[in-house]
């Protein structure tokens, strides 16, 4: 499988670390990760939102690694925050989690089932 990201020249480029969009060629899998929460195995949700966007992005690690895949085979992340004081405290988790791989990424302004929880991160990937 190759993965690649683009940016077009004529077009803005990405505010922060992501891609404008990725072209994955001979993949032979699609994984669709449903929304991961920042919540411990069982049922616990920490109450700040950088200890919950790190289990969020260990959640969604452990979804990927059960598919035999990595971080490395991500090409989409959408990431739902209701609230937007807290995107700047979610991105070093982020970071942590992808280091310099960039896939195509959404941040949406959202009311999540819970009052409780503070992020929601749901992924597609390509193996």
Not at 26 to 40: N, P, V
């Amino acid at each position: 499988m190759q993965i690649r990201t683009i940016n077009a020249d004529l077009a803005p480029q990405p505010a922060s670390a992501y891609s404008q969009a990725v072209e994955v060629s001979s993949a032979t899998r699609t994984l669709y990760i449903s929304g991961q929460l920042g919540t411990e195995v069982d049922g616990t949700t920490p109450s700040s939102v950088e200890e919950q966007a790190r289990l969020a992005w260990r959640n969604l690690r452990f979804q990927l690694e059960a598919a035999g895949m990595t971080f490395d085979n991500l090409v989409k992340v959408t990431m739902y925050i209701p609230d937007p004081a807290d995107i700047p405290a979610s991105r070093p988790a982020r970071a942590e989690a992808l280091g310099n791989l960039r896939p195509a990424s959404t941040v949406l302004v959202a009311a999540l089932a819970n009052p409780a929880w503070k992020i929601e991160i749901e992924a597609i990937a390509c193996g």
